[in-house]
């Protein structure tokens, strides 16, 4: 899988994610709202995406509604995902490209691993190998990613459907 940069405003960033050859979803984040808009064929999901605390040191992910259905942590030096009650691992590997990877017990056996290409080289969309995600931009692809996880056609045994390695 991998995510592309459409287009990168101070109002906006637009992101296509694809896996192989074939269109999955569409994220816009918009930073001064702290929105993150999901558009998948029929489905069109809004999160809300803010820091909380007293430091305002949580990451935290709302739906629509105002409903909390997730948060970042770091546990034990690897740094998780939270969502509707399910805990996610990521780390970040700085290969020739940005490559964001989401594992459950395991990095040897990842459910994701998504490229992230900017939309121009000298823009480069920088991730720093084994940093938590701070950024809610960066989070935002982390949460789209994981609620991919939850969808029907994700978890489908067509390989044409499929996000699972084959």
């Known amino acids: 899988m991998r995510w592309e940069m459409i287009l990168n405003t101070?109002?906006?960033?637009v992101y296509e994610l694809w896996?192989?050859?074939?269109?999955?979803?569409s994220l816009t984040y918009n930073p001064s709202a702290g929105t993150a808009r999901i558009e998948a064929s029929e489905v069109k999901r809004l999160f809300i995406i803010s820091k909380e605390g007293i430091l305002r040191n949580k990451t935290v992910l709302r739906n629509e509604y105002g409903f909390r259905v997730g948060q970042l942590g770091n546990e034990n030096r690897e740094n998780f995902i939270e969502m509707d009650g399910e805990r996610f691992f990521y780390s970040v590997r700085?290969?020739?490209t940005d490559e964001l990877?989401?594992?459950k017990?395991?990095?040897?056996?990842?459910?994701?691993?998504c490229k992230?290409?900017?939309?121009?080289?000298s823009s480069g969309h920088m991730l720093e190998t084994g940093k938590p995600i701070e950024t809610t931009n960066d989070a935002s692809l982390l949460m789209t990613l994981c609620w991919l996880l939850f969808q029907p056609f994700a978890k489908s045994k067509q390989p044409e459907y499929s996000l699972q390695p084959f």
Do not use: G, T
């Open 10 to 13: 101070a109002r906006k960033k």
């Open 116 to 121: 992230i290409s900017p939309a121009k080289p």
């Open 94 to 96: 700085n290969k020739p």
């Open 19 to 25: 896996h192989k050859d074939k269109y999955v979803l």
């Open 105 to 113: 017990d395991s990095k040897e056996l990842p459910l994701i691993v």
């Open 101 to 103: 990877v989401i594992y």
